[in-house]
């Protein structure tokens, strides 16, 4: 059941136009990390810079490695430059 702020948070996105641009998103990083998207995934959109949470130290070097590329890569699948930065950051699970 969704609450009344998750319910006005939804609406706000949609007005502004963000759900659509925050699915595709999640696609174009998947279809641009591949396999790697099981251990690295978006968990925050601000502004123009992606904040990313790797399983382990590892992902996080390869998508700090690749961090150039994959901000090139991301903004194709967007008419106009939609990421500018990537965050990473190790999941704490516990």
Avoid: C, Y
């Amino acid at each position: 059941m969704l609450t009344h702020v998750q319910r006005g948070v939804e609406r706000i996105t949609q007005q502004l136009g963000l759900s659509d641009n925050l699915a595709q998103l999640d696609r174009a990083w998947e279809a641009e990390v591949g396999g790697l998207a099981q251990l690295a995934r978006i968990v925050a959109l601000d502004r123009a810079s992606l904040v990313v949470e790797a399983d382990s130290s590892p992902a996080v070097q390869e998508i700090s490695l690749r961090r150039k590329e994959l901000i090139r890569r991301l903004n194709r699948h967007f008419p106009e430059e939609f990421i500018k930065q990537i965050t990473i950051r190790i999941a704490n699970h516990g």
